[in-house]
């Protein structure tokens, strides 16, 4: 059978055989996350997903087609171009937000294929507004404001002068305010508490004006905090593929990320010596070092080196030494000779070893270990069910 390889060239062999890498997305565990979220989501409502930086870097298409069919029907991006991807993807049907909102000069595209812009700043605002009176266009729009977090949003002060302006919000046909969450993933933050008090206070106001305007202030943590914070529009990212949203609470999510490795090589240490370079870790006589396929070209954090751990036969094995760009070597001294063979895999991400264990040895978050990951991996899907009552 012939395949087509990275370049478009022809080649023989199969993809997961050039591959130096296996990554496996559990489209099953993402849909069932999401029905987790419902299912602690308060009465009507809407569980979206936020799908930025190619769904968390599982892949925008799968992901977004698998959690539609399972009747999900808003979908949350960064950038106008992964919103036009999404556009293809989804056809005309669901609900997609650009959450950095419109650059200049984009306001067409948003019109054209119904992207609803996240409005954040006052020059959004006056961009959108200039746009849709002089083209005489009515689109749905977000307004976002700022409770707490000084990354983006209209602070309270611009979100009052608009307020007072009889045309400060003119031609925005605003369907949502929102608002995101600081510390969401810390239940006993005191700023999740004030964040809350502070939206409250806003969507009242702007209900004044906009009765109908539905409020959206949750991330995947926020909908774990419980139905105060959860509002018309959850916004959950990261739970849908399987990172624990909370610091220290129990995972309730489903494991969707799979990734292992391959062995090119078995070295029985005979001499005393060190690994990799720099030559920072040393080896004792007798010991066994694995090099796989996979580096930190492919999302594998250089700071694993000496903290990162994988399985192998059911034995933990600990990264040794530095991780080079396109290599890294585990001490498997302690598996038996029979399963550390050449050509075998390393389960770098697995039930045993999950994304939150990685991110723990690598001093980062779940979010960085899945958004780094390579493309150079051999990507397969695990589909999910059809269709679900
Ligand atoms: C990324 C993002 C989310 C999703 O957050 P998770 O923690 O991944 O659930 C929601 N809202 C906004 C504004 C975001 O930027």
Not at 51 to 58: E, H, I, S
Not at 215 to 234: H, I, K, P, R
């Amino acid at each position: 059978m012939l395949n087509r390889t990275a370049t478009g060239s022809r080649s023989v062999s199969r993809p997961e055989d050039r591959a130096g890498a296996i990554l496996t997305v559990d489209l099953a565990a993402v849909v069932e996350n999401w029905w987790i979220l419902k299912r602690r989501a308060r009465p009507g409502c809407d569980v979206g997903a936020v799908v930025k930086a190619d769904a968390y870097g599982l892949g925008l298409e799968q992901v977004a087609t698998a959690l539609k069919l399972a009747g999900c029907n808003t979908f949350y991006v960064a950038h106008l171009d992964g919103a036009i991807t999404l556009r293809q993807i989804l056809g005309p049907g669901p609900r997609i937000a650009c959450l950095n909102g419109p650059n200049k000069g984009t306001e067409r595209d948003h019109v054209a294929l119904r992207i609803m812009p996240v409005l954040s700043t006052p020059e959004h605002i006056k961009a959108w507004q200039t746009y849709a009176l002089k083209e005489d266009v009515l689109m749905e729009s977000i307004v976002q404001v700022d409770t707490g977090m000084n990354r983006l949003g209209l602070s309270e002060k611009e979100f009052n002068a608009l307020l007072t302006d009889p045309d400060g919000f003119l031609g925005l046909h605003p369907q949502m305010l929102m608002s995101h969450l600081a510390c969401a993933d810390d239940p006993q933050h005191p700023l999740n508490k004030t964040q809350l008090e502070r939206f409250r206070a806003m969507i009242g106001a702007f209900r004044t004006r906009f009765p109908d305007s539905k409020g959206s202030l949750a991330n995947s943590a926020g909908v774990l905090l419980g139905q105060d914070w959860q509002f018309e529009y959850a916004r959950p990212g990261v739970a849908l593929y399987g990172v624990n949203p909370t610091q220290s609470g129990a995972q309730t999510m489903l494991p969707v990320v799979n990734l292992k490795a391959r062995i090119i090589q078995v070295r029985p240490v005979d001499t005393p010596g060190h690994v990799g370079y720099g030559a920072a870790s040393s080896v004792r006589q007798g010991a066994k070092i694995a090099t796989v396929s996979m580096g930190y070209a492919d999302g594998y954090l250089r700071s694993l080196g000496s903290s990162g751990f994988g399985i192998l036969d059911g034995i933990k094995v600990p990264v040794l030494g530095r991780v080079s760009m396109d290599l890294t070597t585990f001490d498997v001294s302690n598996v038996p000779d029979s399963a550390t063979i050449p050509g075998g895999f390393i389960d770098i991400i697995s039930h045993a070893v999950t994304v939150d264990d990685v991110a723990r040895a690598a001093g980062t978050i779940g979010y960085e270990i899945l958004t780094a990951l390579g493309n150079r991996f051999h990507r397969r899907y695990l589909p999910a069910p059809v269709a679900r009552a």
